[in-house]
């Protein structure tokens, strides 16, 4: 089993809708979560992070964070064209050694 | 300028040559990685260095050697390249913050062997 798993996509939804991205991860212990974007060619840039159970907002932007289930999404509102890239979900915890371990990612894609 | 500079940007070599990406950054960040990224797999660490006197391996670090020349930079070498070490190569800095911290990224470097 991955260590943090995410669907690969490619997820499509239509332009003003909400993209719902979904990761798990199996190390019960871990204490940090991540969302990065990365649009093609370029190198990821973080627009979420979320360290306890709840929800975080940041303008469009959600992250759900359940420990217990072990899962963290990312809610995309009002989708835009440019919300098009793809989505990295990454976990620290003392367990990796105090490293990042990323997922392979969720392509977005979102249709005008 | 980028806070977190990678060279080159794009190499093509071949199969047995020596091969040297390089990395420098700005942020005053004393953690440095050298990840991989191959399409579907996501991004891989090759090799992490918390100070200069700290250097450890990876997920993935057969093949690849590493040099932690000054707190600003971080080296990956391939000894001897092979086709299946043609992928993106990413230096990332964080601070030593690291529950809280994120990762900064250069640009990328394209690698690849022929």
């Known amino acids: 089993q991955k260590e943090v798993e995410q669907n690969s996509g490619p997820l499509s939804v239509p332009e003003g809708a909400i993209a719902s991205l979904n990761c798990t991860y199996s190390?019960?212990?871990?204490?940090?979560f991540f969302w990065y974007r990365q649009y093609s060619g370029k190198s990821p840039e973080l627009i979420m992070s979320i360290y306890s159970n709840g929800d975080k907002e940041d303008g469009r932007f959600t992250a759900q964070l359940n420990k217990a289930s072990q899962y963290v999404s990312l809610l995309i509102r009002d989708s835009q064209p440019s919300d098009s890239a793809t989505y990295l979900c990454?976990?620290?915890?003392?367990?990796?050694?105090?490293?990042?371990?990323f997922g392979p990612g969720t392509r977005l894609s979102v249709l005008p | 300028d980028a806070d977190v500079t990678q060279t080159p940007r794009n190499r093509i070599t071949k199969t047995g040559k020596r091969i040297m990406l390089e990395c420098s950054q700005t942020?005053?960040?004393?953690?440095m990685y050298w990840y991989r990224q191959d399409p579907g797999l996501g991004l891989r660490l090759i090799y992490y260095s918390f100070d200069v006197k700290d250097i450890n391996k990876g997920e993935i670090s057969d093949g690849y050697s590493v040099s932690r020349q000054a707190q600003a930079k971080f080296s990956l070498s391939l000894e001897s390249a092979i086709p299946n070490q043609t992928a993106l190569y990413f230096c990332a800095t964080s601070d030593s913050e690291v529950y809280t911290g994120e990762l900064f990224f250069g640009e990328g470097s394209r690698l690849t062997v022929l």
């Open positions: 990454a976990v620290n915890g003392e367990n990796y050694g105090q490293n990042f371990v």
């Open positions: 942020k005053g960040h004393d953690r």
């Open positions: 190390d019960r212990g871990s204490q940090s």
